[in-house]
């Protein structure tokens, strides 16, 4: 039971990524000059899946907070990589980002790290 605290702070992690990212691609590029930012910040800020972005961030975090509660951090931190399998995958599937055999070798590189860093 204890592994979904640490299984909910990387679902959240993960989906807060992919939608704030999906959803500022459709606002374009960050304007130049600072009221243009401020008020470009500002429209993002009010974007409801943006803002449900920033509340799978909250969640993520009070997920992490209940796996500290059960695990060593130099247990539990490692497992925080796969973030970026999980955001690599979902990223070329849903959002259409490149994949190339580069970030596979480096996924794969990470996921041994952690089977070592677990396991060792």
Known sequence: MAYLYILGTIIFTVYGQLVIKWRINDYGALPSGLINK???LLNLFLDPFI???FAAAFLAAVSWMAAMTKFEI?????FISLNFVFVFFFST???????TIGKVIGLILIVIGLIVMVKF
């Open 74 to 78: 130099s247990f539990a931190y490692p």
């Open 93 to 99: 599937l849903i959002l259409g980002e490149v994949f």
């Open 38 to 40: 401020l008020l470009f």
């Open 51 to 53: 803002f449900s972005g």
